[in-house]
């Protein structure tokens, strides 16, 4: 074979970096789009663990479903719905409260604590609770928070409304915020 010409090996591995390239571009954007974006933690949740419930008394249930309907935290069930002043180490604001999940080194973190408290210095009733994750493992382990910053947002009586992974906007934060509060 000529060594100027382009191999199949050649056309393999420029394939192989095209196709990683694609995969990382929609990875991102896809990233991108749903990072930071509150998510509701009632309603369709509550009905779907009714379901689960459900099928799990006529024995039609397994995995995911069956953890849901055994009140599994990591389902959205049982206890991780409502959290108390025992839990975070701090007092409930009046109205709401923001809860933050964070760790020393999470540069997202910092800004998404500036933007939380901004947002309840501006609402009155509200708190910002700072949850170091390292520290509260049990916690994080109950809540399924899989990243940091994780920010919950809780009515007045410590339910869990509202949930975004990653650094939410301040538009987002006060949308939820409306939604918690009556």
Do not use: N, Y
């Not at 379901?51 to 991780?80: C, K, L, N, T, Y």
């Amino acid at each position: 074979m000529d060594a100027g010409a382009p191999g199949a090996e050649t056309l393999a591995g420029a394939a192989a970096l095209a196709a990683v390239l694609v995969l990382g571009t929609a990875f991102g954007l896809l990233r991108r789009r749903f990072d930071g974006r509150f998510r509701a933690f009632g309603g369709a949740r509550r009905a779907r663990l009714r379901q689960a419930a459900a099928q799990s008394a006529s024995g039609e249930v397994s995995g995911m479903d069956a953890r849901a309907a055994s009140g599994h935290p990591a389902a959205g069930g049982g206890a991780a719905q409502e959290l108390t002043e025992v839990d975070l180490g701090a007092g409930l604001g009046e109205r709401a409260t923001l809860v933050q999940f964070s760790t020393a080194f999470c540069q997202p973190c910092r800004a998404t604590r500036r933007v939380l408290a901004e947002v309840s210095s501006m609402v009155e009733g509200v708190a910002h609770v700072e949850v170091d994750a390292e520290s509260h493992l049990d916690l994080v382990r109950r809540l399924d928070i899989m990243r940091t910053p994780t920010v919950l947002v809780l009515d007045a009586g410590g339910r869990i409304t509202q949930r975004a992974a990653g650094q939410p906007r301040k538009p987002d934060v006060i949308a939820a915020l409306g939604e918690a509060i009556p």
